[in-house]
């Protein structure tokens, strides 16, 4: 077995069994007894996106979080994730064989339907329309690179069509009088196919989110895992709460899962609002 | 045999060709550049059976990076004495080019932390070589080879301030860049084969893999990596791109990314090579358990030396900035040593 198919058996095992429901509204209501409460210092018209980056962040280098934020140019890092994926969905759709022979092609389609439409389906388009041949070849190979590694990781075959490469992120805005909102953002949504009683599919299965990384995996990882899961479980109270998460760290070739429990969602809930703490913390010392 | 006379002036660009660079056979060396499909094959062809996955081979590797320097030493210590354990604030991040600095007796880790990097302009050719080579990797051509070196370059913010050096040079000394790059670039375009999709190859390509409860990071970023990944057999090869002349630690620097990448893949790349695109040469070396081995053991020595001037046994971790700087640092105080080395810089 490859370490492609070993993670893949990963990624389709069986899952445990489901957070209770009435676990899952308890730390809904710690979230909202708590945020509000926490943000109501902050100036008038500031908000907090918490995502995944700004936890390890505010856990590893919290002195960064009173920096102001540059302001958002185009560069290739940033077009590589959506650019990426949308190749790998071309592969895995058969149109192309490989990611690197499918970001051009991608890219060109982006930027035509772009230029027919105004239509933006991953907002880089105009950036990339306007750039010289040479540093499209540097985003196109950045995207490459980053798909390939993703590619290589998993062994496609057993996966159905319901996979969802990417997509919207899951948000939940928490009620208060800042601004808050929980982002999470994972590179794969993996369907878990389980018989209902009848023997019918289950028409709302449980997934596996599948999270990539930069770096290795450090101290805290199986929270970090566990945000997504969380702001997944948020974001709609009707749909199950994911089964595992998988973090993907391809510059080490590691991957870790966590299945997702009562005691996972409510360290990410503690996660989430000592984040939240450190970054009223830096805005309120930022402010003169 | 044709018989070119190696010293001559270039004709197409207009400088002195310096040494054996040329894409024709010399008579003094009988020796010509490999090109296309004989440069694939003799990437390709090591004439060795291809390493298999090996877990213990990985354990005695990490085994000897993490313990070589003995009892007492500072790997896997964080500031204080204490041990750093997993997921260390700050992990010390060794790259090739700091590995190369620690060993190097005569080297003054202090040198750089001045307020701008000297620039040359054979640092200059070799950061528009790898964006060239990248490009050609990527798209299979390349158009006006400076101007399209530098749109490049000016993507990566990691070269901002070779961008406006390079803006800044006299006419004379822009024309010997532009000159080089374009002599290096057409060599290039001329001699490297086209590589078949399927091998995957990527560009760029980063590598970590954490030591010593993560208070260790080994980590490159390799200019050219072909071959499935993640395979039980040796199935990958990385190639790194030099403008520059040929360097004994250029192997040493290869010999690293082959152990990082064995480090953190099921099976060791079956070779790796240097391109060097002033020449046309190409240095191969099969990945052996020997090669893996020496690579080690150079490894925890680097290791070792760079935490020998904290002096009590303590490692206070780099800091990596956003400009792609590492800042190996000693625990603080007076008389410390510091080194700072850009991990981002051009293949010269």
């Given at each position: 077995m490859t370490r492609a198919q070993e993670l893949t058996a990963k990624l389709l095992a069986a899952p445990g069994p489901p957070v209770d429901p009435g676990d899952r509204q308890r730390l809904r209501q710690q979230l909202l007894g708590a945020v509000p409460a926490l943000v109501e210092k902050l100036p008038a018209g500031d908000q907090i996106v918490v995502t995944l980056p700004l936890l390890r962040r505010a856990d590893r280098?919290?002195?960064?979080?009173?920096a102001p934020e540059e302001p958002f140019s185009w560069k290739p890092a940033f077009v590589r994730r959506s650019l990426g994926l949308a190749a790998i969905e071309a592969c895995f759709q058969r149109r192309h064989s490989t990611p690197g022979e499918a970001v051009g092609p991608v890219a060109d389609d982006a930027v035509a339907e772009w230029g027919r439409?105004?239509?933006?389906?991953?907002?880089w388009e105009p950036w990339m329309a306007a750039l010289s041949p040479a540093a499209r070849s540097a985003v196109l190979a950045e995207a490459a690179t980053w798909a390939t590694a993703l590619w290589s990781s998993i062994?496609?075959?057993?996966?159905?069509?319901?996979i969802r490469l990417g997509g919207p992120d899951d948000q939940w805005t928490c009620p208060a009088a800042r601004t808050v909102r929980l982002k999470g953002r994972s590179e794969l949504r993996i369907p878990l196919q389980a018989a209902r009683g009848d023997g019918s599919p289950d028409p709302a299965p449980r997934t596996t989110l599948v999270s990539v990384a930069s770096g290795i995996p450090a101290n805290g990882w199986e929270t970090e895992l566990g945000f997504l899961a969380l702001v997944a479980s948020l974001r709609s109270p009707t749909r199950p709460v994911p089964a595992r998460v998988v973090g993907l760290w391809p510059e080490a070739g590691e991957h870790r899962s966590v299945d997702i429990t009562r005691g996972i969602l409510a360290a990410a809930v503690d996660r989430v609002i000592a984040g939240i703490a450190a970054v009223v913390e830096a805005h309120l010392s930022a402010v003169p | 045999m044709v018989v070119i006379?190696?010293?001559?002036?270039?004709p197409r660009l207009g400088m002195a060709d310096r040494g054996p660079a040329r894409s024709a056979p010399s008579i003094a060396t009988g020796w010509t550049p490999l090109a296309r499909d004989a440069l694939l094959d003799r990437l390709r062809v090591t004439g060795r059976p291809r390493p298999l996955a090996d877990p213990e081979r990985v354990a005695r590797l990490r085994d000897i990076v993490e313990h070589r320097p003995g009892p007492g030493s500072v790997v896997g210590r964080g500031s204080g004495g204490q041990p750093s354990g997993p997921g260390s604030r700050t992990p010390l991040v060794v790259t090739k080019d700091l590995l190369t600095r620690a060993l190097d007796r005569d080297s003054d880790l202090g040198a750089g932390t001045g307020p701008a990097p000297s620039f040359t302009v054979p640092m200059a050719c070799g950061a528009l070589i790898d964006g060239l080579f990248r490009q050609l990797v990527t798209t299979g051509s390349i158009g006006d080879p400076m101007a399209d070196g530098l749109d490049a370059l000016v993507l990566d913010d990691r070269q901002g301030e070779l961008v406006t050096w390079i803006d800044n040079l006299s006419p004379t000394e822009r024309g010997a860049l532009t000159a080089e790059v374009d002599r290096q670039c057409l060599d290039l375009v001329a001699r490297w084969p086209r590589l078949d999709p399927s091998w995957l190859p990527r560009t760029q390509v980063p590598m970590r893999v954490g030591l010593a409860d993560g208070s260790i990071e080994l980590s490159g970023r390799v200019d050219l990596a072909i071959g499935r990944p993640g395979l039980n057999v040796a199935s990958v090869a990385i190639v790194e791109v030099k403008s520059g002349a040929r360097r004994a630690d250029h192997r040493s620097d290869l010999h690293f990314y082959a152990l990082v990448e064995t480090l953190r893949s099921p099976a060791p790349p079956f070779a790796v090579a240097t391109y060097y695109t002033r020449t046309g040469e190409l240095d191969v070396d099969p990945v052996s358990d020997e090669l893996l081995a020496s690579a080690a053991r150079r490894t925890a020595a680097g290791i070792g030396a760079l935490c020998r001037p904290t002096g009590e046994g303590q490692v206070s971790g780099p800091a990596t900035s956003r400009a792609g700087k590492v800042v190996a640092a000693?625990?603080?105080?007076?008389?410390r040593r510091r080194a700072v080395v850009t991990t981002g810089g051009g293949g010269q």
């Open positions: 280098d919290p002195e960064t979080l009173a439409t105004g239509w933006r389906t991953f907002h062994d496609w075959q057993p996966f159905g069509s319901s | 006379d190696v010293g001559r002036e270039d000693g625990a603080g105080g007076s008389g």
